[in-house]
């Protein structure tokens, strides 16, 4: 009795409670944008200074238009174009690799990258080649006696030069050099920095050949070097008497640049691969890139501006200078070597093993199924259609339709199979020659990557709202570009009718008329000036000469914008003195054609970007106000109070 009396008064409370916390904040044409809604938006970046009351009602402002230009955009179909639709994939797909990575530990191979890039090794090995159609049981005898060799006590070097079927390992004894991170492929550089100095490995078979690694010593890691070269090219052509004249013309460059020549103008004359290596003629060397013989060289030049002597390689007489060292990273917490590590790594095949064991989980996940057929059936049936080029409609109980295994929401076929198999043969997949079933679990494998994949939103629903929030921020933005930025832009004579209404609003403030030229190289900074300082009027002929390796910009600048730290005097003439920027990869001076002490009004030409901004603003405003009509809002106020 007592329930069935107070049932309608508990319910009617529930039911204004539950209608209370689902009402909408406030309605733009049919649509309606819950409190819930709006305070999920509004807790991202909470401004909690000032009254509280005034934030929640200029972020409803910002809000509410938010929701009418995303609105019209759905309208006009921007959502349905190719590129919004591609865009929006490769979030999606972005998302998903990185939470593939998560499982896959990254992180972890991350932390054995930082520790294994704190060290180089100097690594020696035994190199048993096994040519195409060559006989491996052959090679594997012939290791396996270099093995027994060692183990006897026999020297590493005696070992890879007796053995070793390759010229250049029996030349040199089985030395490589030192290697480093990410130098070798992943399961080589495990098995080396496995190895304590002075030790060897077992034998090991890559796919050229079998190997005995041995780490003769260790030193910490050495990091890279930036250098300049003059190389002079040796080829094998070349007979003795042009050999000797090019070791003559290095000598003599030699000569010039202890005397003081500068090195970027003997790069100029006696030529170096500048598409590689940039405009200012720098190139990066790190351990285990180049031969061992030019890397003792680079990494024996200890100063930034060390010289080299003359040395040859097999590619000719160099001459090096060093730019830069480029340390490695020793703080495991360093956010930018951790993002960098991660990147390369990602890059390398390291992170594969991690990821086929998330396979297994991921079989379980979707509900991999395995449905009944006949395997020599289906072989059989792939045989035919493959020498066709069609499936066969029907063999025996196969069609196209019929399914070999399902996932939660998915059947795969045998026409899916045929696919596969026909891209495998076609791009020369290293399992395309294998046999059906093996053929069979790659495709498994693959079709249990793609579905889960393909529906990452039911493991891991935070994607779904990741990739909204980024699709309406594309939406945003082209609807912004054809409503109000693009518009103002090409709008000359609404640009020009609104400067003219506000031309007192645009003026140059007491500034210069100056000339900043910019290089990574020094010498060359300090040639430029040198030529400014007698003849500034021909600056254009002056940068011209040194291509893309000095970049210059000629504009008015008002006080304070100069890119300089020194003072820069209202002088006109003055030429600045080389300044090196914050990150210490350029040179920068500043020469002054003209001063401007007082103020002055700005031309159309010179306010033009100010311009456009502030009509932005106006079509801006302008568009709202139509959209606000288009879709009529209606705020309740009432619930508005209750966020205070």
């Not at 792939?382 to 996932?407: G, H, M, R, V």
Request: hydrophobic content about 35%; aromatic content about 12%.
């Amino acid at each position: 009795m007592f329930i069935k009396k107070f049932f309608p008064a508990i319910a009617a409370v529930i039911v204004f409670c539950a209608s209370a916390h689902s009402q909408g904040l406030f309605t733009y044409g049919a649509k309606s944008v819950s409190k819930d809604e709006f305070l999920k938006a509004y807790n991202k970046t909470p401004d909690t200074t000032g009254n509280r009351a005034e934030k929640i009602n200029q972020y409803l402002d910002m809000y509410i238009n938010f929701k009418l230009k995303i609105q019209a955009a759905r309208d006009e179909k921007l959502n349905q174009g190719q590129m919004y639709k591609s865009e929006a994939e490769n979030f999606r797909s972005q998302l998903t690799d990185n939470y593939i990575n998560e499982q896959a530990d990254v992180n972890a191979l991350v932390d054995e990258a930082f520790r294994r890039s704190q060290k180089d090794i100097m690594l020696a090995n035994v190199f048993v080649e096994i040519k195409p159609g060559e006989d491996t049981l052959q090679a594997y005898k012939q290791i396996q006696q270099a093995y027994d060799a060692l183990q006897s006590g026999k020297e590493f070097g005696e070992v890879a030069a007796d053995f070793s079927n390759d010229e250049s390992v029996k030349k040199s004894k089985g030395y490589i050099g030192f290697i480093t991170l990410f130098t070798l492929p992943y399961e080589i550089e495990s098995k080396i920095y496995a190895l304590q100095p002075g030790t060897y490995s077992t034998i090991y078979r890559s796919s050229i050949g079998y190997h005995i690694f041995k780490n003769i010593s260790e030193r910490p890691a050495a990091g890279s070097r930036k250098i300049q070269q003059i190389l002079l090219a040796t080829p094998q052509s070349f007979t003795d008497d042009e050999r000797q004249a090019v070791a003559r013309l290095v000598d003599s460059v030699y000569k010039q640049l202890q005397s003081g020549a500068s090195f970027e103008e003997m790069i100029q004359l006696y030529g170096a691969n500048t598409a590689a290596n940039g405009a200012a003629f720098i190139t990066e060397v790190k351990i285990g890139q180049y031969n061992s013989d030019f890397e003792e060289q680079v990494f024996a030049l200890q100063n930034k501006g060390d010289i080299s002597k003359p040395f040859l390689t097999s590619y000719g007489y160099n001459i090096i200078k060093l730019a830069e060292t480029v340390p490695v990273s020793k703080d495991e917490t360093d956010v930018i070597n951790r993002a960098h590590l991660q990147e390369l790594i990602q890059q390398d095949n390291r992170l594969s093993a991690s990821k086929d064991a998330l396979l297994h989980k991921w079989a379980e996940q979707t509900k991999y199924t395995a449905l009944p057929y006949n395997a020599k059936d289906l072989w059989a049936y792939t045989d035919s259609s493959l020498k066709k080029s069609k499936a066969l409609p029907l063999y025996k109980n196969i069609t196209p339709q019929t399914n070999l295994f399902s996932f939660a929401k998915q059947k795969v076929t045998v026409a899916n199979w045929l696919q596969f198999v026909a891209e495998a043969k076609q791009t020369g997949a290293p399992y395309a020659q294998k046999g059906y079933e093996s053929i069979m679990q790659e495709f498994v494998k693959s079709s249990t990557n793609d579905y889960y994949r393909g529906h990452i939103e039911d493991y891991y629903p935070p994607v779904a709202a990741q990739v909204a929030e980024f699709n309406e921020a594309n939406l945003l933005f082209a609807v912004m570009d054809k409503h109000v930025w693009s518009k103002a832009a090409q709008d000359t004579a609404g640009l020009k009718k609104y400067y003219l209404a506000h031309q007192q609003q645009y003026t140059w403030q007491p500034g210069v008329s100056a000339l900043v030229v910019s290089s990574a190289s020094k010498d060359m900074i300090e040639s430029v000036a040198a030529q400014l300082k007698t003849n500034g009027s021909s600056w254009r002929n002056i940068i011209t000469k040194y291509g893309d390796a000095v970049l210059a910009d000629s504009s008015r600048f008002e006080n304070g914008q100069l890119p300089l730290k020194q003072q820069v005097p209202m002088e006109k003439g003055f030429l600045s003195i080389p300044e090196q920027n914050e990150s210490a990869d350029s040179y920068t001076i500043v020469y002054v054609f003209e001063t401007y002490p007082q103020a002055s009004p700005r031309n159309f030409d010179d306010s033009r970007g100010m311009v456009i901004n502030d009509y932005q603003q106006v079509l801006e405003q302008k568009w709202v106000d139509e959209l606000k009509k288009k879709y009529p809002v209606k705020v309740n106020e009432a619930l508005v109070k209750q966020l205070y």
